[in-house]
């Protein structure tokens, strides 16, 4: 929450245009963000998970700086050229292609893949021949609040032939890349990802292929409800763990931020528009209902979760637990429930909350149109 | 799975325009339901629940053959009244509105709400003055593939006060409503409600105020891998019941389908991305990941809950379990891996697939561009 933010949803309802959900993105607090990783960890470039959240001043702003892309389609390949970078900044990380988009990547520019299967390593051999390509590998992600399942990387054992087989085929085995879970609040949690890495690389190096490159990717945390260490904190843990496996051999590496570069530049206003309970009993819980919920924006409640911290203008009033639900006429469209969220007691129907750090993984997971809500509006300003 | 539809799909993959998922909607499918619902329950209005497919094809037909519409917000009602409903025709069926919207569907001419506390009843007297209100109450979901949340509807022993107040506000204190559950497969489930349903009738008849209405929601299911009862099925037992709990003294009943409406209409065909394993093991399971998952189409496989049934060019041969996911760089974007989903063994990247039963909440659940992935390409026919 930044006095920008605050100053722009003031006029905004000064302007009668405060007619639902509204999020608004800092680019000063991106801008801090970007700076902090390059600082904490300089040796390292930087990534970013467009996905995240791919507005064009978003991605202007970090190709500005001097940011690299990672994307998941074609769409976001085009996106980050469209923004300034060039092709060599990008990296097409989604293991999961069609091949006509790793060739119509291939096209643009394109020339550093992700795989996880020799079937993946093959399209890429025919449909961006010479490329790089970096394969990922399972790891555990134990301390992740948003912990990954097991849909994209293979078992280390296996990475080894998938590289193998690229090599073979002519790509550029370039190195390995793995994923320690999204909001991951624990840095050492790299350590054991990157002894598997070093493994990769060694096996490797004994058949004469030369890895070059390991992918730290994303799990950058942003401070939603707890507190969570500082960058600076993951680049040291970072430091260490591959000074540990590879010695004074370090391989470049990247990373791919996404949450922890745009969450906390982001604020969402919503409305309270009901609150009643569901019985006389004096025990019975509040239901609190606003107009953004899972379909318009909060998508990332799943499961409760991410859980944002949500401000009141009744704040500091006493409180009392509630189950907080969005708009829609769907019945799973409920926010928290197995957690209740204390809120005041003095909370109004037509008050208007502040929904802090939801800069990342808002906008695009918005239903187009689901119950007629349209999809967040959004401001970067 | 019609004719229509699969020659609907050959003219467009000839055409070279078979690039993402697409949904086909068959028009005459709709039709048929429609007819079915009015036969099997001929005293009762239909209100067709938009947020099932608002497609305007959709609405137009239903408002042709003389059904009434069942809305979630005030866009949902500019889309029934612009596909030719009159207002005398919708209900504002969301138990969580906004007063300004509540004003703005006054304004369009409607006049029947649905309420579940006081506080919603207020905002309905000082909104739309004199309209129609009907009460949701909870009821027992058992038996339901979807069961609903507590979200909507107070409990039976309260509606009858948020009735006495809609009452003594000069609101037409109209009915009560209930939901038994999405994909209700047993028709027998309406038989709980309607008992409460007639309590909350008879409590206010004797302070003087004759409900009128039993919403008897919606809960019809369409057929996914299960066989579900014909709706013929559910007419009788909804008739039954009723008799049982009303005698020779039956209200006016309306039901809300959406999902029994146009559910089985609609057919998508998407196409395997890859095929993988995540090791050498040889009892190893594999992945099939398509072009479509939670985020572009598939919504309704959270928690595994809707299974659709999947046909591929490659049915008849043996078949060994799989784990489905979408495309997305999303590790919650996995279809169906607690319960694997069995596919054949000579299943090829690149296949089309077919998913039935996925003419209801499909398009509008569509993320508005998620990973740079469009929403839902979508054709009623």
Not at 106 to 134: M, T
Not at 139 to 150: F, I, V, Y
Not at 246 to 268: D, Q, S, W, Y
């Amino acid at each position: 929450m930044t006095d920008r933010i605050l100053e722009f949803l003031a006029d905004r309802r000064r302007a009668g245009r405060d007619n639902g959900p509204c999020l608004v993105v800092d680019l000063d607090v991106v801008r801090d963000n970007y700076l902090g990783f390059a600082k904490a960890l300089p040796d390292t470039r930087v990534f970013y998970a467009v996905k995240a959240n791919p507005a064009p001043e978003v991605l202007s702003l970090l190709a500005s700086l001097g940011s690299c892309f990672d994307t998941a389609s074609v769409v976001e390949i085009q996106q980050a050229l469209a923004a300034g970078a060039t092709a060599d900044r990008i990296s097409f990380g989604n293991t999961i292609k069609k091949e006509r988009d790793i060739v119509r990547a291939y096209e643009l520019g394109v020339r550093l893949f992700a795989v996880d299967c020799v079937a993946e390593v093959e399209k890429i051999a025919r449909a961006a021949p010479g490329s790089k390509v970096f394969c990922r590998i399972l790891c555990d992600g134990t301390g992740a609040e948003w912990p990954l399942s097991r849909k994209f990387g293979c078992a280390p054992e296996m990475a080894t032939g998938v590289l193998e087989h690229a090599h073979a085929l002519g790509l550029n085995a370039y190195g390995v890349s793995f994923h320690v879970g999204s909001q991951q609040t624990n840095p050492r949690m790299w350590d054991g990802a990157l002894e598997s890495a070093a493994e990769i690389f060694r096996d490797l190096s004994e058949r004469g292929i030369n890895l070059q490159m390991i992918n730290l990717g994303g799990g950058f945390p942003t401070k939603y409800l707890k507190n969570v260490p500082a960058v600076k904190q993951y680049g040291n843990a970072i430091f260490r763990a591959l000074s540990k496996h590879f010695g004074n051999r370090i391989p470049e590496t990247i990373i791919e931020p996404g949450r922890g570069m745009v969450g906390n530049a982001g604020l969402i206003e919503a409305e309270v528009v009901l609150i009643s309970k569901k019985s006389a009993d004096e025990n019975e819980i509040r239901w609190v209902y606003l107009d953004i919920g899972k379909f318009n924006g909060l998508a990332e409640t799943t499961d409760e979760m991410i859980r944002y911290p949500i401000r009141t203008p009744a704040d500091g009033a006493q409180t009392s637990p509630c189950v907080i639900a969005g708009p829609s006429c769907d019945s799973v469209d409920v926010l928290y429930e197995k957690q209740p969220y204390d809120l005041p007691v003095s909370l109004e129907i037509g008050a208007k909350v502040l929904i802090e750090g939801t800069g990342a993984y808002t906008t695009t997971y918005s239903a187009v149109g689901f119950n007629g809500f349209p999809p967040l509006e959004t401001h970067v300003i």
